[in-house]
Each structure stands twice: as C-alpha cells, then as structure tokens.
C-alpha cells in the first residue's frame, strides 16, 4: 500500500515548460509505482489541461502561473491545477460522437474528451479570480 504523497510545481505559462511539468508528474507516479499505462494515460490528461490553460485561459500570455498540485493516497491519484487566467466553462464543452466530431474536421475540445476518457473525474470551479481543475484517477491494488 502507498503511503501518502503530496508533491507540487509552479511553473510560467509557456508551453516550453510543460516539459518540466511532464517529468514532475512522471517522477511523482514513480514514487508511487503506478503501472506504466497508467503512468501515460495520466501524463497525457495532464499535458492537455496544461496545454488548454496556456492558450485558452493566458492566450499565450507567458506572465501567468500555473501551479500543479498531486496528491496520492492508497484510494486515488489527484491533480489540481490553479491558474490566474481566463475562466472557462467545462461544461460547455461536450462531445457526443467522436468519430463525427473528427469527420467535421473539429480540432477544439479534444483535450477535454481526452482528460475526460482517461480520468475517472475531471472538476472545474472558478473562484477569486482562480481556475482550478482537479484531475482524479481511482486506484486499485492492481494498479500498482
């Protein structure tokens, strides 16, 4: 059993740092041995909310701050990213048919249908003038 982790990055709004977001989240799933299809499905929920905060909520304003914040216990994975950007509706955001909405040639909202597939639950609130979007992957004694 996993004891708890907690492990946090604050980085600039600038897409050439999601790299080093992407090892942070890759070092701190290690830590906690996830299985490496995890390991990928988790990464890439991230790398999407992180990419969707860069453009959509900064519009590519590097000045702002995006600050990761993981959390493991025995019973689950947690992201939670705050930004002081653009708020956003999540709910907005819905794909009913994915194969359709690809034939149309729409590029938008995948990252949403992605973070959504890969994840047991994806929350979005605004608050005080923050963003925060908590990402939740369920665990398993399999998992690990």
Avoid: C, W
């Avoid at 059993?1 to 946090?8: L, P």
């Avoid at 942070?24 to 890439?44: H, Q």
């Amino acid at each position: 059993m996993t004891d708890n982790v907690k492990d946090r990055l604050v980085i600039n709004s600038e897409l050439k740092h999601l790299n080093l977001a992407r090892h942070f989240i890759v070092r701190t799933i290690r830590k906690v041995n996830l299985a490496p299809s995890d390991e990928n499905k988790i990464v890439l929920a991230t790398d999407e909310a992180l990419s969707n905060i860069v453009e959509h909520a900064y519009e590519f304003n590097k000045s702002g701050y995006i600050d990761i914040n993981v959390e493991v216990t025995p019973k689950q994975f947690q992201i939670r990213i705050l930004n002081g950007g653009r708020d956003f509706d999540l709910e907005k955001v819905k794909i009913k048919d994915i194969m359709e909405h690809v034939k149309q040639g729409k590029r938008r909202g995948l990252g949403i249908f992605l973070m959504r597939r890969i994840m047991d639950e994806v929350k979005y609130s605004f608050k005080n003038g923050q963003n925060q979007l908590i990402l939740i992957k369920y665990l398993t004694t399999s998992d690990r």
